[in-house]
């Protein structure tokens, strides 16, 4: 089978066991949307897969993204163009990472990994990121570039929701509840337009906000669904000793990793709400593993400079 053909994947759900669970009665499953690809996992591969389809049957040769120093999707972009035969372009935010570019990427594993995909960096100053979906900015990238097809950072956009919607399956019509992590609000997006009608949806926003209910609500017309704001840990990309201790405890029990970003936050979060019986009795519960372990190296270097212990790999 051709890695991004038009053919459905589906993902296998593994059951956990854990004590906490058998006190409440209820039933855990992740699915291990991780184990999709290596490098292309998760939301990322789902993401992508209509996205690099329709540039191929345009005739484009190029992709252009954005991302931040250890974006999942600029790694997972990089990964997918190689694979499908796309050149790709990165505008990465901060042209600080440009100045020393050889130590810039022996330090940096996610712009590393993109390199050697062929991925061409273009680093850009903080002011100009803000503005980078503005006419004037996109223009300047045509006359650099050439012609390109466009996809926004994070990967969201329609054809990212369509492939969204294939996580589920008609066998996960068994689970009460289904749970992902939120970004930008694409990934939870799909699942709620795939979900069933007896299902309840719950989010984990990794960003403090709420801005994320109005642009979910752009992509899904469907109302079973909620987000629980409490387990972001301080915002985007934080972590603390705690979450740490989770992970790790989490990896050992289970032999599941989780990046920090994402995942680990929602299982923290759905842990907790088991251990205040938020869930009923017998509620079966499927959380969706949405890859992004290529992080965990990254993360790792800024633990080790807050002298916090490392995430297990």
């Given at each position: 089978m051709?890695?991004?053909?038009?053919?459905?994947?589906?993902?296998?759900?593994?059951?956990?066991t854990?004590?906490i669970?058998?006190?409440?009665q209820?039933?855990?499953?992740?699915?291990?949307?991780?184990?999709?690809?290596?490098?292309?996992?998760?939301?990322?591969?789902?993401?992508?897969?209509?996205?690099?389809?329709?540039?191929?049957?345009?005739?484009?040769?190029?992709?252009?993204?954005?991302?931040?120093?250890?974006?999942?999707?600029?790694?997972?972009?990089?990964?997918?163009?190689?694979?499908?035969?796309?050149?790709?372009?990165?505008?990465?935010?901060?042209?600080?990472?440009?100045?020393?570019?050889?130590?810039?990427?022996?330090?940096?594993?996610?712009?590393?990994?993109?390199?050697?995909?062929?991925?061409?960096?273009?680093?850009?100053?903080?002011?100009?990121?803000?503005?980078?979906?503005?006419?004037?900015?996109?223009?300047?990238?045509?006359?650099?570039f050439?012609?390109?097809?466009?996809?926004?950072?994070?990967?969201?956009?329609d054809?990212?929701i369509?492939?969204?919607?294939?996580?589920?399956?008609?066998?996960?019509?068994?689970?009460?509840?289904?749970?992902?992590?939120?970004?930008?609000?694409?990934?939870?997006?799909?699942?709620?337009?795939?979900?069933?009608?007896?299902?309840?949806?719950?989010?984990?926003?990794?960003?403090?906000?709420?801005?994320?209910?109005?642009?979910?609500?752009?992509?899904?017309?469907?109302?079973?669904?909620?987000?629980?704001?409490?387990?972001?840990?301080?915002?985007?990309?934080?972590?603390?000793?705690?979450?740490?201790?989770?992970?790790?405890?989490?990896?050992e029990?289970?032999?599941?990793?989780?990046d920090?970003?994402?995942?680990?936050?929602?299982?923290?979060?759905?842990?907790?709400?088991?251990?205040k019986?938020?869930?009923?009795?017998?509620?079966?519960?499927?959380?969706?593993?949405?890859?992004?372990?290529?992080?965990?190296?990254?993360?790792?270097?800024?633990?080790?400079?807050?002298?916090?212990?490392?995430?297990?790999?």
């Open positions: 051709q890695f991004f053909s038009s053919e459905s994947i589906n993902s296998i759900n593994q059951s956990i854990h004590s669970l058998d006190h409440a209820v039933m855990l499953d992740i699915k291990r949307e991780d184990q999709i690809h290596k490098h292309v996992s998760g939301n990322k591969f789902r993401k992508l897969k209509y996205n690099l389809a329709k540039a191929r049957a345009l005739g484009y040769d190029a992709i252009v993204t954005f991302g931040g120093a250890y974006s999942n999707h600029i790694a997972a972009t990089a990964a997918a163009g190689k694979i499908v035969g796309l050149k790709t372009i990165g505008i990465i935010r901060g042209d600080e990472l440009e100045k020393n570019l050889d130590k810039t990427l022996s330090e940096n594993d996610t712009l590393q990994f993109a390199n050697t995909q062929q991925m061409q960096l273009k680093f850009v100053s903080r002011e100009i990121y803000r503005n980078k979906t503005t006419a004037a900015f996109l223009d300047s990238l045509k006359t650099e050439g012609s390109f097809y466009l996809i926004p950072e994070g990967g969201t956009n054809l990212a369509k492939g969204c919607e294939e996580i589920l399956s008609a066998q996960d019509s068994e689970y009460d509840i289904v749970c992902c992590a939120v970004g930008t609000g694409g990934t939870i997006s799909g699942i709620i337009n795939s979900s069933f009608s007896h299902q309840k949806i719950i989010g984990f926003p990794a960003l403090k906000g709420d801005f994320l209910v109005k642009e979910i609500s752009r992509f899904t017309s469907k109302t079973n669904w909620e987000l629980v704001q409490d387990y972001h840990f301080g915002g985007y990309g934080k972590i603390n000793h705690e979450l740490i201790e989770f992970i790790n405890m989490f990896k029990q289970q032999q599941i990793a989780l920090p970003v994402y995942t680990a936050k929602m299982l923290f979060g759905i842990f907790d709400r088991i251990q019986g938020v869930f009923p009795k017998n509620t079966r519960i499927l959380a969706v593993h949405t890859g992004g372990l290529q992080g965990i190296a990254g993360m790792n270097k800024k633990l080790m400079k807050k002298k916090l212990p490392p995430i297990t790999i």
